[in-house]
């Protein structure tokens, strides 16, 4: 699951060691995480759409 929560974007119950990354909407990335517990929370530099890419699978989501 994927969600927002203030400037916060919050990917739940990541599979431990999958890779999270998310990206801008020009294509540059903003971070590269791997989850190791669960839950992976990283705040968005700023208000907009973001791409959030977990292994395989991909997910717009918007910080207001």
């Known amino acids: 699951i994927v969600a927002t929560i203030g400037d916060n974007i919050i990917v739940k119950n990541a ?8 990206y801008a909407t020009d294509g540059s990335i903003i971070t590269s995480e791997i989850a190791t517990d669960g839950d992976v ?11 959030v890419a977990i292994t395989d699978r991909t997910f717009k989501v918007m910080v207001k």
């Open 41 to 51: 929370v990283v705040e968005a530099p700023v208000k907009g759409v973001y791409i």
């Open 15 to 22: 599979k431990l060691g999958s890779n999270v990354r998310v």
